[in-house]
């Protein structure tokens, strides 16, 4: 089983819809969570860090479930900007290396 | 923020032959740096941390005399490819953490290496 695993996609969003994904992780020493967003043959940039009590930056929405093990980003009012691939993020710490999922793709069509 | 530059962003080698690439961090230091292989349409792979003043620490199934890491400052960190083969093609990137604080990982640019 993979550490991060997630819904590879891609997902066809209509532009102006939500979209909603999850990430499961398997190590549950997992102590750090991030999305970040990765653009064809681009280096990836943090989209935003996911906190305990879910947190929300503009039209985006991370939620974080421990006890069962996932990290969900949910993207309201889809632009054609945010066609991406975003990459869900799992650190035991701070610090400490990062692993990656597999990128769930989104495609955001007019 | 915090940034980091990678060079070269892509390079065309022979096959035999080694290639450098260089990761720095322009305005934080970074006592570790990560370098990361992607293989199109796949995620990042976490090759080696890569410490000041130290050895760098591999993962597994990653052969440390291939890919050779220097990381001589706080700044600058150093992989080379060595003896490099077509299936060594991919998207290398690295990442630093500002030492400083802050949160996530910046990451280079990426560089794009194929062997011909």
């Known amino acids: 089983r993979k550490e991060v695993e997630q819904d590879p996609g891609p997902f066809n969003v209509p532009e102006g819809a939500t979209v909603a994904f999850n990430c499961t992780y398997s190590?549950?020493?997992?102590?750090?969570f991030f999305w970040y967003r990765q653009d064809c043959r681009k280096e990836p940039k943090l989209l935003m860090s996911?906190?305990?009590s879910g947190n929300e930056d503009g039209r985006f929405t991370a939620q974080l479930n421990r006890a069962s093990q996932y990290i969900s980003l949910l993207i309201r009012d889809s632009k054609l900007s945010d066609s991406a691939t975003y990459l869900c993020?799992?650190?035991?710490?701070?610090?400490?290396?990062?692993?990656f999922g597999g990128g769930t793709r989104v495609l955001v069509k007019p | 923020g915090a940034v980091v530059s990678q060079h070269p962003s892509r390079v065309i080698c022979k096959s035999g032959t080694s290639v450098k690439i260089e990761c720095r961090s322009l305005?934080?230091?970074?006592?570790?740096m990560f370098w990361y292989r992607q293989f199109p349409k796949k995620s990042l792979m976490l090759m080696a941390t890569?410490?000041?003043?130290?050895?760098?620490?591999?993962e597994q199934g990653v052969e440390k005399d291939k890919f050779l890491i220097n990381h001589a400052s706080l700044t600058l960190s150093t992989l080379t490819v060595t003896s490099a083969h077509p299936e060594d093609s991919s998207f290398y990137i690295c990442?630093?953490?500002?030492?400083?604080?802050?949160?996530?990982?910046?990451f280079g640019s990426g560089t794009r290496l194929t062997v011909v």
């Open positions: 190590n549950s020493a997992s102590q750090s």
């Open positions: 993020v799992v650190s035991k710490a701070a610090g400490n290396k990062l692993t």
């Open positions: 890569s410490n000041e003043g130290s050895k760098a620490t591999y």
């Open positions: 305005d934080f230091q970074a006592t570790t």
């Open positions: 990442s630093a953490r500002d030492s400083g604080g802050g949160n996530g990982y910046t």
């Open positions: 996911v906190y305990s």
